[in-house]
């Protein structure tokens, strides 16, 4: 039996740790100082604070860690130097793109520049035609002088993308092994062989982007189990992936593009967790970290996924959980624009020097938090535990020269940069959630992350959302979420036919060999000790012939025992009318993608319930605030007092180590069954 699981999550301020035992209950949870030239570091500076309060390493069993390496280093422009071997005259694929511009009502807005330069992308000599057959064989010359030119480049890696590889990757696979045989210190990629999928520059830019991030991840992981086993864990470390599961660091490490979103997914991973402790189904989640606000939906207990999403410019054709970010967190600066107005982000100060209050050096940038600490909103002696005092006399000092400007003091400054915050949120948010159809009237809010809990409560007064859920732990939340996570691991083949024109114990066939590939997957991963069982689940990406975009749907494996595609075919029809309003019984259905998704579904400890409370909650002392312009005497109490039953009226302030949650005036919150703080409005109480 496993004794003890840890979850670790590292952002751009803090690395936060989450301990918990195998009933569910949360041993230990806190949040260190992130080291940002040496992110190890800062996961062994928490391990250290663990050992020290008694936790042997032995007794650690399970390791799951959320990353951003691969992101940071995918958004900060600073991977591998590649070259790219494509399909002859097919040079200016990554010069191209999609030929649409970024902003399409700004004629000078300009294409996101490529990770390969013109200079660096060769030619090769072959061609297969869109069926997958060969209409020009391999050219091995032409291959090797694309070699010997890659190699006088200097690179560290080659990336291969050829025309229609995703239907036939023996071109692919013969490039990459001569590549491997010429030139063994170089890093190859074949497009095929990661993603399989149609659309050919989106194909070739998830390979690039693999490639591209692959080198400082290696590294990062190579560091990363060196200092593990330095410390004496003996835990196999497993990474979170993009798509909420888990996968092992060797093949995180092949495959880095997968853990671009490792982090932000964790989270919403450990919100459905806490949603079903809460028992509430739809779900708007606000986490607000140092840098970004993130925004996710999770619907009937389930995240909402996307098939591409778009990073840094380019498009990431790969599933991961549907992840909107603001460029609104607490160390967002606060700034005059050319029109005289105050704005919030999107630069931040980063965690060096990181918010004036920290005492790290910054002298003239005001950020959102310093305009929370001299709201009243947190307590300089408590922030992260105690482990980070914070300085309101140096928040005061960077926010003056704001104050002189807008004719304010410092405190009326401080609330105008936390309501225009919560604005370019709000307007934010709404834009999401329309372009979702989501109204938000339908939803509950869950507010996670270091300031989630701080402005969960105006956010959801702005959108008139009934409820705020703050979870035992907000602050460390993408932590647990990591240790809720199962294995998980997408296979896909692209096959762009009709539906009719495929057999069914074609079908069936092809589901079948995909299915075998994502059982080896499971077998290679060894995790049998720490998965209940295993499961495959069917779908397709299909679309009326002649449609652009087509639309996941998922695939009962009852319907393709059946002799005719009817049962698929309705199917669709009724999805299309549900998601747009109307179908088109009389049309041909086409399939674009067959995927097959494996699970390891982990074991999953219970939920830790809250101890019941035998009399009403006492606050600890009271404090100024100022709340939408208005100064409040609040109630000041500690989250680890409150109990089972009890129930606190706002203006108040909550405190922990991880996080801090602002109760409103004419709101309510109370303490649930498993411990979560359900914020409500008094009058939606009373009625």
């Known amino acids: 039996m496993l004794k003890y699981r840890l979850g670790i999550d590292i952002g751009g301020t803090f690395t936060d740790l989450n301990l918990i035992d ?64 494509v399909t002859d005259g097919f040079r200016d694929l990554l010069n191209l793109q999609r030929l649409r511009l970024p902003v399409p009502y700004d004629f000078r807005s300009r294409l996101t520049e490529s990770l390969i330069p013109r200079e660096r992308v060769f030619e090769v000599k072959e061609r297969l035609l869109y069926d997958g057959s060969v209409h020009k064989k391999l050219n091995m010359d032409s291959l090797d002088a694309a070699i010997d030119k890659a ?131 739809n779900l708007i989640t606000i986490d607000v970290g140092g840098t ?45 624009d050319s029109g005289g107005l105050l704005k919030i982000g999107p630069v931040s100060v980063g965690s060096d020097p990181g918010p004036a209050c920290y005492g790290w050096g910054n002298e003239t940038k005001p950020a959102l938090s310093d305009a929370f600490l001299l709201c009243g909103y947190l307590n300089p002696k408590r922030f992260a535990g ?85 979870p035992p732990t907000p602050g460390t939340l993408c932590a647990l979420g990591a240790l809720n996570a199962d294995f998980l691991n997408d296979v896909v083949s692209s096959e762009h036919s009709l539906l009719r024109s495929i057999p069914m114990d074609e079908l069936r066939a092809k589901f079948a060999g995909m299915n075998a590939k994502a059982e080896k997957w499971i077998k290679e991963q060894n995790i049998d000790k720490y998965i209940e069982k295993t499961q495959y689940l069917l779908s397709m990406d299909v679309r009326y012939h002649g449609q652009s975009y087509e639309t996941e749907m998922i695939i009962e494996p009852a319907w393709l025992k059946c002799e005719t595609h009817a049962e698929i075919e309705k199917a669709f029809h009724d999805m299309h009318k549900r998601y747009y309003g109307h179908c088109d019984t009389n049309a041909e259905v086409e399939v674009v993608n067959l995927k097959v998704r494996a699970l390891g579904i982990t074991h999953k400890p219970p939920y830790a319930l809250a101890e019941e409370a035998k009399e009403p909650a006492k606050s600890e002392t009271t404090r100024r605030v100022i709340l939408k312009g208005k100064v409040y005497t609040a109630d000041i109490y500690s989250r680890t007092d409150l109990k089972f039953g009890h129930c606190i009226s706002g203006p108040a302030v909550v405190e922990q180590d991880d996080s801090t949650t602002i109760i409103l005036d004419g709101w309510e919150g109370k303490i649930n069954r498993c411990g979560n703080l359900i914020i409500t409005r008094k009058e939606s109480i009373k009625g």
């Open 22 to 85: 195998n009933d569910g209950k949360v041993v230990d949870t806190f949040k260190v100082a992130t080291t940002p030239k040496d992110p190890v570091q800062g996961i062994l500076n928490g391990l250290d604070i663990l050992f020290k309060k008694g936790i042997a390493p032995e007794d650690i069993d399970y390791f799951v860690h959320g990353t951003t390496i691969g992101l940071n280093t995918l958004l900060q422009r600073v991977g591998s130097e590649l070259a790219l071997f």
């Open 151 to 281: 190699v006088k480049c200097g690179v560290k890696g080659v990336v291969v993308c050829f025309l229609y590889s995703y239907k036939n990757d023996m071109h692919e696979e013969m490039a990459c092994k001569r590549i491997a045989e010429r030139a063994p210190e170089l890093n190859v990629c074949g497009s095929s062989a990661l993603w399989p999928q149609t659309r050919e520059y989106e194909r070739c830019v998830v390979a690039t982007v693999n490639l591209y991030i692959q080198e400082k991840v290696k590294k990062y992981f190579q560091q990363l189990e060196s200092g593990l086993r330095k410390a004496g864990l003996k835990a196999l470390p497993f990474i979170t992936q993009s798509n909420g599961g888990i996968m092992d660091m060797e093949r995180a490490a092949n495959e880095p593009i997968k853990t671009l979103f490792s982090g932000p997914a964790s989270g919403i991973i450990g919100a459905a967790h806490i949603a079903r402790s809460a028992d509430k189904a």
């Open 386 to 470: 105690g482990r980070l005092p914070l300085y309101p006399e140096l928040s005061e000092k960077v926010i003056k020269e704001l104050s002189k400007y807008l004719k304010l003091d410092t405190l009326n400054t401080a609330d105008r940069i936390v309501q225009v915050a919560v604005t370019k949120m709000y307007s934010e948010i709404n834009s999401i959630l329309e372009q979702k159809g989501i109204d938000p009237r339908d939803f509950s809010l869950l507010a996670f992350g270091g300031a989630g809990s701080v402005v969960g409560n105006f956010l959801a007064e702005e959108l008139h959302i009934g409820s705020v859920l703050v």
């Open 292 to 336: 970004s606000a993130d925004i996710s939906v999770i619907e009937d207990g389930k995240p909402m996924f996307t098939q591409s999403s778009e990073t840094g410019g380019l498009p990431i054709l790969i599933p991961t959980i549907s992840i909107d970010a603001i460029g609104a967190g607490g160390g967002s600066i606060a700034w005059i």
